[in-house]
């Protein structure tokens, strides 16, 4: 019959026993060295997720300083703004104002106008009255004077007046 050959004989049975002997041996360090490789990718994987949580904060950081800047930015634009209306209102009041008193003015000018024309037109009369008082005397005291006369030569310059007043107004 045939003889089974012994454990030792099987050559499959090396290949195991040597298989066993490298990871006994070598198992370690093999060992070692993947766990040092895992654990420098792990370090490498937190120290970007550090880096990116940092970056993420001077973000949210820069974030909130550009809105800080945006509002103020704001307020100073609202502030200009209320600052010109409060300026054109001003200006608006001023010009109100200055246009009022140049009417005021103008209308002192006209009537100091006027009284000086009703000035001038009182003079005029009075100096018409004056000269037909001064005729009407020569011829009063020329004719000799009687009531009747006396009368007549006053009706006469009452009529004189207005026709004399209208000549001086030509001129």
Do not use: C, Y
């Amino acid at each position: 019959m045939h003889e089974e050959p012994g454990f030792f004989a099987e050559p499959r049975n090396w290949v195991i026993i040597a298989f066993v002997l490298f990871f006994v041996l070598f198992g370690r360090k093999l060992w070692s060295a993947l766990a040092q490789m895992l654990d420098d990718r792990a370090a490498k994987v937190r120290a970007e997720l550090e880096e990116a949580a940092r970056l993420r904060q001077e973000a949210e950081a820069m974030l909130r300083e550009a809105e800080a800047r945006r509002s103020e930015a704001l307020r100073e634009a609202q502030a200009m703004i209320d600052g010109a209306r409060n300026e054109a209102g001003r200006v608006a009041a001023a010009a109100a104002a200055e246009a009022e008193a140049a009417a005021r003015r103008r209308e002192q000018m006209a009537l100091d106008r006027i009284a000086a024309a009703e000035k001038a037109a009182v003079d005029d009369v009075r100096l018409t009255a004056v000269e037909v008082a001064t005729v009407a005397a020569r011829q009063v005291i020329a004719e000799g004077l009687s009531a009747d006369a006396d009368a007549h030569l006053i009706d006469q310059a009452i009529t004189r007046l207005p026709g004399a007043l209208s000549g001086r107004r030509v001129a």
